[in-house]
């Protein structure tokens, strides 16, 4: 029995279509460790179905609708087609079909919610609350987007009160939710397919923040667009900032893979705290881990401690490997600002050179961002850009990574930057550019993270790298 609901109210079994995904596999994965009976289908193997079936969950590879068996329930993710053969099945025999963000919705009515929103961030700040929560025996149920580190998965059942979900805006199912605690971390434009202008995604965090109850809390990051949302709510304010805020950071010293602030909390001084991630840009994620957990409960030295042990969720600036001196990394980061971010982050380490290695991810993404990437990529040493992830939408005519490289050199002639389409080019390149002491930073939200592996083979002399999973599952 779970605190605030029963898990045997759930329609059983729960099929999911697409159950390898990020999110799909979180949500099927606690509902199983709760005792709820789940099923689910996906094209092919990934580590997430891999993991599930490892756990006991009937996976079945390929969609058939011989496959939903008896299920009572289907769970489908934006990423489903229409046609998908399960999901007519589905709706032809009267199955209930609910999207991913709704079964959310279900597993956070057992529990007090805790949803970290906004355009960046959103991974490593909810990692970073489930740890804090967990560290200080809380037992939390969490449902993020990447892995976390110190607990080897991306989601979890505990027995505690709170669950901690990252909220995806992409297609405005976030509305479904009904958290106690909502961190809205910054406002950008970004999901093109879905929203023609900022004006729109502000309007659904209005409704978003709305619903927050009035004993709950919704935090803020000053200076990211977010302060119209003060007056949409009835919850509590919390901002935090550098320098300004109700909780207030102030930076001792930051560099790729450290930090450490003193941290205040409406003037008065709290303490120290010391990061095992680097990056301006973790220190505000702390931050906002700091102001949710404080409506927990949890004491300020206790969020402190735990976050000093936190070692960050997977693909956030993860180191692969060191081969001959040449140090590889890898990093999620798909959007112009979070590129820049990273680019900026590993310069405060003291390598030879940063080469940036970025995968554009999404035609529509690549098309209305491209001048924007390829801005930001000018911010390392040297660039080199594959062709495009398309991921769930279909190739557009035009939309290659070319574009981003044409729009880095009209930002800076002559480069340096090369335009590598295919994955084992740039491998054999890196292979014979980098030297010791440079950092090769791989970024994107695909499968761009295999040239990193496959690099650190190439220069081990160890032979192939992992096989990549289908860039679809990058977002």
């Not at 057992?110 to 959103?122: D, E, L, P, Q």
């Not at 449902?143 to 990252?166: F, T």
């Not at 809205?184 to 309007?203: C, F, G, Q, S």
């Not at 602030?261 to 120290?272: Q, Y």
Request: glycine share 12%; aromatic share 6%; hydrophobic share 40%.
């Amino acid at each position: 029995m779970t605190p605030h609901g029963d898990e045997s109210s759930f329609p059983q079994p729960v099929h999911f279509i697409g159950i390898g995904g990020t999110g799909m596999s979180g949500i099927a994965l606690v509902l199983h460790q709760l005792g709820v009976r789940v099923q689910g289908s996906d094209l092919k193997e990934y580590r997430y179905t891999r993991a599930l079936a490892g756990a006991g969950v009937p996976v079945t590879i390929g969609h058939h609708e011989d496959n939903l068996g008896d299920a009572a329930v289907v769970v489908v993710s934006s990423a489903i087609p229409r046609h998908n053969p399960e999901l007519r099945a589905a709706e032809q025999r009267g199955i209930p079909v609910l999207r991913r963000a709704e079964m959310l919705a279900r597993l956070m009515a057992m529990r007090r919610g805790i949803s970290v929103a906004g355009t960046h961030g959103k991974t490593t700040t909810s990692s970073m609350v489930s740890h804090v929560l967990y560290c200080c025996g809380l037992e939390p149920t969490y449902v993020i987007g990447g892995e976390l580190n110190d607990m080897g998965s991306n989601a979890g059942a505990g027995q505690g009160e709170w669950l901690v979900a990252e909220t995806d805006e992409s297609d405005g199912s976030l509305l479904y939710l009904r958290p106690e605690v909502a961190a809205v971390m910054n406002l950008e434009m970004d999901h093109h397919a879905n929203y023609k202008t900022l004006d729109e995604i502000r309007d659904v965090f209005r409704r978003f923040v709305a619903l927050l109850p009035e004993h709950g809390r919704l935090v803020l990051v000053e200076g990211d667009d977010t302060a119209f949302l003060r007056a949409e709510t009835r919850a509590k304010v919390v901002t935090v900032g550098l320098g300004a805020g109700d909780w207030q950071a102030e930076i001792a010293r930051v560099d790729a893979v450290s930090a450490e602030f003193a941290v205040r909390r409406d003037g008065e001084e709290l303490g120290a705290v010391r990061l095992k991630v680097g990056g301006e840009h973790n220190v505000i994620d702390a931050l906002v881990c700091l102001a949710c957990v404080d409506h927990c409960g949890v004491a300020f030295a206790e969020a402190a401690r735990c976050l000093g042990e936190f070692s960050g969720a997977a693909r956030r600036f993860d180191e692969i490997g060191r081969p001959r001196g040449v140090l590889v990394y890898d990093d999620y980061s798909h959007h112009p600002t979070e590129v820049a971010a990273a680019i900026k982050s590993a310069k405060l380490g003291e390598y030879k050179r940063v080469i940036a290695v970025f995968q554009p991810h999404l035609y529509s993404r690549t098309r209305y961002f491209q001048r924007e990437l390829g801005e930001a990529l000018t911010l390392a040493d040297e660039a080199v850009v594959t062709d495009v992830c398309g991921a769930r939408e279909e190739p557009e005519p035009g939309i290659t990574g070319k574009l981003v490289v044409d729009a880095y050199l009209h930002a800076r002639p002559g480069g340096p930057v090369f335009y590598m389409p295919r994955k084992s080019d740039a491998v054999r390149f890196l292979a014979r550019h980098a030297e010791p002491g440079d950092l090769v930073l791989t970024l994107g939200c695909g499968d761009v993270y295999t040239i990193a592996d496959d690099l650190v083979a190439e220069l081990s002399d160890g032979g192939a790298g992992r096989q990549g999973d289908a860039c679809a599952r990058g977002e």
